[in-house]
C-alpha cells in the first residue's frame, strides 16, 4: 500500500513514519513543507525506498501536487486542524485514495460527516479524529460499556510529560480554545463552560495533576453515541503547576476581551514553556471515569488509566492512525464514506500496538 504521510516531521507524524517504515505492507510517501526535515526524517528512517515530497495543504493547487503520487491512503498530520478545511480529504476523494488524520478539533472532526455521500459513492473511506480523542478515548468507553446496565457519567482527562516534545501547531490547537466558551452535556443538557477552566486535581497512576476544560470531539459526539448519559467532560492539564496556571491566568484573558487571540502566540508560548522542561518529567497519562450502574442495578464506577514514561507519551496520539492504516492493508475495514474515527479500532488493538513502548494501562473499580 502506497502511503502519503502529511506532516511526515512533526512530532507525531515522524512516529507514525518509525512505525510504518519497517512494515513491509507500505511503501512510505513522505510529505511536509521543509524538504531539509524530511530528508533528516528519511536519514534517521534508514530506509532507500523512502520518497519524499514537498507538499503544503494550503496549496490551492493540492489536489493536482497528490495525484502523480498516487497515494492509496493518505495520512494528514499537519495540524492545528482547527483552522483547517476539508481540502485533503477532498483532493484524496479526488484521486481515489483513502484518508485518516489525527485531527482533535471539535468542529473539524464532527463536521467531517458532511462528505459521507461523497466517499461512500467514491467507495473511499475518510476517518477523522484518529487520536487520542475520539479514537483512543472512544474505544475505552466501548470496552467498558458491557459492564454498565446505564451508563450516566463519562469523565475523562489527559496529563503529558513536561518534557514532552510539543509542537506549534499542538500548542496553537490548546491555546485556540483556552477562556473561550464551548457546549458541554452536564445534568442531562447543554451547558456553557470556558477552556481550560473548571479545574481539578485529576488521580492518573503517578500522581495528581491540575486540569482544566478542553475543547474536544467527544464533548460532542459522546453524547450521541451513548445514550443516556447525563454528563460529558474532558479536561488536560500540564505537569508543571507554574505552566497550567499561567495558561489559566491567559484563558481569563482572553474571557475578559483582554487578548483576542492566544493561538497567534503559539510559537513563542511553546518556546517560553521549554525553558522549564527540566523542571517536570517525562510521565504522562490518560484517564477515563466512568460512571453508572451495574447489571444488578447497583452504583459502578471505574476508572481506566494509561501511563506513559521514557518519553513515550506521543506515542499514543500517533497510534491509532498506525492501527487503521494496518487494518486497511490488510482489508479488515470495510467501512465506507467519512465519519469520526469511533468503533473503526478497538482498545486491545491499540494496546497491542503500543507493545514495546514504556506504556502500561490498568482499570480500577472506585465504586467504594
Same mark, same amino acid.
Given at each position: ?14 512516529? @507514525? ?11 512510505? @510517501? ?50 492545528? !486542524? ?45 476517518? &477523522?479524529?484518529?487520536?487520542?480523542? =475520539? ?13 454498565? &446496565? ?9 496529563? =503529558? ?19 473561550? =466558551? ?23 497512576? *503517578? ?26 467532560? !474532558? ?40 525553558? *522549564? ?38 506515542? @499514543? =496520539? ?51
Amino acid at each position: 500500500m502506497r502511503v502519503l504521510l502529511i506532516g511526515a516531521s512533526g512530532v507525531f507524524g515522524s512516529r @507514525i513514519a518509525r512505525e510504518l517504515v519497517n512494515d513491509s505492507r507500505f511503501r512510505l @510517501i513522505l510529505a511536509g513543507r521543509q524538504m531539509a526535515s524530511l530528508i533528516a526524517l528519511a536519514e534517521s528512517l534508514r530506509d532507500s525506498s523512502v520518497q519524499l515530497a514537498v507538499l503544503d495543504v494550503g496549496a490551492p493547487d493540492l489536489a493536482a501536487l497528490i495525484a502523480p503520487l498516487q497515494p492509496q491512503l493518505v495520512i494528514h498530520a499537519a495540524g492545528p !486542524f482547527q483552522s483547517q478545511d476539508y481540502r485533503v480529504a477532498e483532493a484524496c476523494l479526488a484521486c481515489g485514495s483513502d484518508y485518516v488524520d489525527l485531527a482533535d478539533g471539535r468542529d473539524f472532526v464532527c463536521g467531517i460527516a458532511a462528505l459521507h455521500d461523497r466517499a461512500s459513492a467514491a467507495g473511499r473511506l475518510l476517518v &477523522s479524529g484518529a487520536s487520542t480523542v =475520539p479514537a483512543l478515548s472512544s474505544a475505552v468507553v466501548d470496552a467498558l460499556l458491557p459492564r454498565f &446496565s446505564t451508563l450516566q457519567r463519562i469523565e475523562h482527562a489527559i496529563s =503529558p510529560g513536561n518534557r514532552a516534545p510539543r509542537g506549534d501547531a499542538t500548542v496553537a490547537a490548546i491555546l485556540g480554545y483556552c477562556g473561550r =466558551p464551548l457546549q458541554v452535556w452536564r445534568n442531562g443538557r447543554w451547558q456553557t463552560g470556558y477552556g481550560w477552566m473548571s479545574s481539578r486535581r485529576q488521580v492518573f497512576p *503517578f500522581g495528581r495533576r491540575w486540569v482544566g476544560l478542553c475543547d474536544v470531539p467527544d464533548l460532542e459526539l459522546f453524547p450521541a453515541r451513548y445514550r443516556g448519559v447525563q454528563q460529558v467532560l !474532558f479536561r488536560a492539564g500540564l505537569e508543571l503547576k507554574l505552566l497550567h496556571f499561567g495558561t489559566l491566568a491567559a484563558a481569563w484573558l482572553v474571557r475578559s476581551g483582554l487578548i483576542r487571540d492566544l493561538a497567534c502566540h503559539a510559537t513563542f508560548l511553546r518556546r517560553l514553556s521549554e525553558r *522549564f522542561l527540566r523542571a517536570g518529567s517525562d510521565v504522562g497519562g490518560m484517564v477515563v471515569e466512568l460512571s453508572g450502574c451495574d447489571e444488578q442495578g447497583q452504583p459502578l464506577r471505574l476508572r481506566w488509566s494509561l501511563s506513559a514514561a521514557a518519553g513515550d507519551g506521543p506515542q @499514543i =496520539p500517533a497510534t491509532p492512525a498506525v492501527v487503521l492504516a494496518r487494518k486497511l492493508a490488510d482489508g479488515q475495514l470495510l467501512q465506507r464514506g467519512a465519519m469520526p474515527c469511533m468503533g473503526l479500532l478497538t482498545l486491545d488493538e491499540v494496546l497491542a500496538a503500543l507493545a514495546g513502548f514504556a506504556v502500561e494501562a490498568q482499570i480500577e473499580n472506585t465504586t467504594a
